[in-house]
């Protein structure tokens, strides 16, 4: 508890106002705390421009979303006319509705490229755990808010989408259909499906995105942000206590950020002017066709940030499930034969490979129902959510002795750009009808998304480190 | 692995060749600059309420927003308001769906947003799809309706401006495919004039192109708005980054 402050008697009329508050409310303390004495390394670079845009496409998602849900009409008969009754009667509607739908793809560029930065500047390393962890929390709540806000305009992508989706949750076993049926408050897409999406779009799902949201910065603010070094700027200070590498987020950053929003609006603004729709992908055009429960279209295609996810569920063919069994067993021998484990440890890995190739089936020839397993499309449903839950794990997966790649062997470059191009290519072929040369594509690029990962304790501490430096790299302006 | 690399090359042999398929034929290119002609899109609207309003709706475009194209409400009233009295109206029509299904296979569509829902990545915009569509049509007897069409065969609905194009037999010749020689492929080889229209060929591109105009303004009557207003906003954002940027270097000169 602060002790109670009386303002000199000669103090300004602004000043003995925020004494006054500051008696009552933390105003100044926060303001400090998370601004003008949060100290932050001078020498970020352009790919931390990233995590202020995330915050700025967010409020400019609510504030048009606000407006939008004025005018918006949450049911099956009206919400397709409602749209474009936005988009043609409401005063500015089309500009309302078009920052929205672009703010939705801009979000997933924002965020990709945000993630990007932590995994290879090493932002999710001790003791920023809690930071990633967070951030990992608002990907996934993303996802779903972006999933359900896409059935809201009710055209025929946005249906049958959601269709596709949602019978995802049915191939859960035991429970899944009666999961689907929850979902949907139906058997298939309907007027209550689209109601207790918009009721999750608009208040459910942003509520837990800015708590989330505030919980990220404040563990952020907690530990202090990482930079493309990697170094610790708090490992050395001045005689003050202030990192000798650090600078007051306000004003430096908060103008240097100032700069990086002009330059997203700028693009941002473009696409919606001139390219609302971006070719296809940010409006779908068969999104301009209203739903209709009867006729199926001829490509269900999601819209392009669920595309790579899509891309390793349709990959996860019967093929797959052998070419998986093979790497099991492979890894589990290995593990046997050459790990340094315990005899117990060595009997739980037999073991625990024994049922996963169960699970995929390869007990099947037997003709024993309970040696069956689950079939294909659960481990694709399996893959698909296991692709973001893995992402959770990456502080613990990473040992690489330097954090930044700017300090870790030159291969480890490539290895990121391995990645990196299959998961864009995983997002290519998602967008595309299903083809068989595609899908051999997708299984080689989920193989390595997830060998990326789950490799990552290996190669991460294989080759050449360089030594990090104790101060930063910085040249001035 | 060494299955894996051969399985990607057979996949970058196969995908080049994924996306021919058959039925489709090239989309003939709409002459964009009639968008932003006020003749062309009056044309165009006069000929869409003559034609087309008669089975198909456009229920979320009203009346009236057609003084946008330069027409005033007595206008829109007097010339192209006839299922309504009131030109706020939506462009609604009484046709019986049960009707429409019965004669037609179908419900004729609405309208309202065709052009944009029409678009396709890799073959062209809306305007594109709607401006071969309407100048595709032949004479097939044995269709229903005694039309057929080569971009959207079997369709549902007869050539509304047959009067304005005269009838059409389409040639068609048994070629060798060139993929697979055992098969031969069923290949359009031109029209065949069979009565003349009350236009000439030329004119009548004109007015599909003037009709597709109207329909692909309609899909989007802000767009017009859009493009105007957009070019201010990055006007102002560009002196904005500049001075952003000039700002931020001025912050940051002490920071060594």
Redesign the interface.
Known sequence: MADYIEAPANASAARKFMVWVDNRFPATKLWNEHVAEYYAP?NFNFWYFFGSLAMLVLVIQIVTGIFLTMHYKADAALAF?SV??I???VPWG??VR?MHSTGASAFFIVVYLHMFRGLIYGSHRKPRELVWIFGCAIFLSLMAEAFMGYLLPWGQMSYWGAQVIVNLFAAVPFIGPDLALLIRGDYVVSDATLNRFFSFHVIAVPLVLLGLVAAHIMALHEVGSNNPDGAEIKALKDAKGRPLDG?PFH??YT??D??G???F??IF??I???A??F??YFLE??????ADPLETPAHIAPVWYFTPYYSMLRATTDLMLQVLSVIVVAAALWAILKGRFSAAVKVAIAVGALLLLAGFGVFRFTGLSWLAGFDAKFWGVVLMGGAVIILFFLPWLDHSPAKSIRYRPGWHKIVFGVFVFFFLVLGYLGS?PP????N??SQ?GTLIYFGFFLLMPWWSRLGEFKPVPERVT?A?? | MKK?IL??C??????AG?HASEGDIAWDKFPVGRSQDLASLQHGAKLFVNYCLNCHSA????YN?MRDIGLTEDQIKKNLVFATEKVGETMKNSFDPKQAKDWFGGVP??L???A??????GQGS?ADYLYTYLRSYYRDDTKATGWNNLAFPNVGMPHVLWELQGQRNAKFVEQKDAHDPSKTMHAFAGYEQISPGTMTPLQFDEAVADLVSFMNWM????QN???R???W??LF??L??LF??R???A???D??
């Not at chain 2, 057979?10 to 995908?15: G, N, Q, R, T, Y």
């Not at chain 2, 899909?219 to 802000?222: R, V």
């Open positions: 001078k006319g474009e009754y988009m043609r009667d089309w500009l078009y600078i004003p430096y103008v240097h100032l700069f929003v002009s330059v609006l700028f603004s473009a919606i002017f001139f609302p729709e070719g296809g055009y068969n999104n301009f066709i209203p595309q083809s068989e040369a595609g051999y594509v080689l910085f001035a302006h | 894996l399985s990607l057979a996949c970058l042999v196969l995908l994924a229920t979320h475009m009203r927003r569509p609405d309202s947003v065709i944009r829902s029409r678009s396709a990545m809306g899909a989007e009557p802000a708005d859009r493009l207003v957009g070019v906003v990055l954002l560009g904005f980054t952003a940027w700002l931020n270097a912050y940051w000169k920071v060594k």
